[in-house]
């Protein structure tokens, strides 16, 4: 069976009674460059892409990232630019590595994480975002360079002020990361058991009030296999708050949401933070809430976030205030915040 462009092994296996519809779609290299003249190996070593057939003949347009012949030229999109905010940065990296044996994630990273804003660590699967999530707590160390939290280098911590210094963050997992054998109420009061020795009236007390500013005062004695997606996610979301935290991490909490809820958990995100940014600033809190989302969903960016990081191969390409990145020239960053299928950004 002959080789198509654009198509791996298992799609040709699978596809051996399949009709070829173009032409063109299997013209030899040298008979595509007799029509121009050009000679075959010449007009191939100048091609940056692999491309399928055009839409027009039914096919479809796989486009590949270009080769790259300067290792310095891997970053030529990654200006590291990052556009000011006037704020201080709760969360900072600062020039991060970090290895899982020969696979570098972190390549020199530097990011902030401003505080009073809802920020976005944007950019493709497998570029390490949800690695600066555990960098951010102390899960993971980086192999050089520092993380800041408040100013305060996370590496060096002893475990006592480790641990005192994680009761800063409240974080949203994936699905929610509800413990089973517990209901709503039980996992929303974990934390508060766990680490305070308030009186249960007051855990109650607090408990309740999270749970109604997620919408679930009447589901605190369901179970989470009672509980849809959505749910589950608002429930840890409530669990994320009852430590009254400085800083929220929010991994990818729009996967697995149809688009609706989505947008009604963007919705949430923005009316939680502006609540706690009120009561922070009433009580003249020595830092202002910081939430952070990490995701690459587009319509979530343009919905909720306030400030963006967008990531790619290790590093920052550009960091900004929202409005000043959907508006940026930067090829990767317009791409990218576009949806946009050409660009610098390919399959490979």
């Known amino acids: 069976m002959a080789s198509h462009p654009g198509r791996g092994k298992d799609d040709q296996d699978g596809a051996a009674d399949e009709p070829v519809t173009s032409p063109d779609w299997d013209w030899p290299e040298d008979e595509a460059a007799a029509e ?3 000679d075959p190996a010449a007009a191939a070593a100048a091609e940056p892409t692999a491309v399928a057939p055009a839409a027009e003949s039914g096919g479809v347009r796989v486009v590949h990232e270009p080769a790259v012949d300067d290792p310095d030229d891997e970053y030529r999109w990654h200006t590291g630019l990052r556009r000011p905010t006037g704020m201080p940065d709760a969360v900072e990296f600062i020039d991060t590595h970090k290895a899982f044996g020969r696979n570098e994630i972190l390549k020199g990273l530097n990011m902030g994480l401003p505080e009073g804003m809802i920020s976005m660590i944007l950019g493709p699967s ?10 951010m ?20 911590m002893e475990l006592a002020p480790l641990l005192e210094m994680r009761k800063k963050f ?16 039980d996992n ?5 058991r766990q680490h305070t020795d308030k009186a ?21 004695d369901k179970f989470p296999n009672e509980l849809s997606g959505g749910m589950r996610k608002r429930a840890g979301f409530a669990r994320a708050l009852v430590l009254d935290p400085s800083i929220v991490l929010f991994d990818e909490p729009d996967s697995g949401l149809d688009p609706v809820r989505t947008a009604l958990l963007g919705e949430l995100i923005k009316e939680i933070h502006a609540d706690t940014m009120e009561v922070a600033t009433r009580e003249k809190r020595d830092h202002l809430p910081a939430f952070t989302i990490v995701t690459h969903d587009i319509m979530t960016a343009r919905r909720v976030s306030q ?8 590093r920052i390409v550009e960091a900004g205030p929202a409005e ?10 317009s791409q990218f915040l576009a949806g946009a299928a050409r660009g610098p950004l390919g399959m490979n």
């Open 137 to 156: 707590v102390g899960l993971l160390y980086p192999d050089q360079g520092d993380v800041l939290v408040h100013g305060d280098s996370v590496p060096t």
């Open 200 to 220: 249960e009236d007051d855990v109650r007390a607090i408990v309740e009030q999270r749970l109604d500013e997620v919408g679930l005062g009447n589901a605190a």
């Open 324 to 333: 000043e990145l959907f508006n940026s020239e930067n090829a990767f960053v």
């Open 126 to 135: 497998g570029t390490g975002k949800s690695v600066c999530i555990k960098h």
């Open 307 to 314: 400030y963006i990081n967008v990531m790619w191969r290790g």
């Open 188 to 192: 929303t009061a974990f934390p508060l």
């Open 170 to 185: 409240g974080v949203l997992f994936q699905d929610g990361a509800l413990f089973g054998s517990m209901n709503v109420y």
């Open 36 to 38: 121009t003249g050009a």
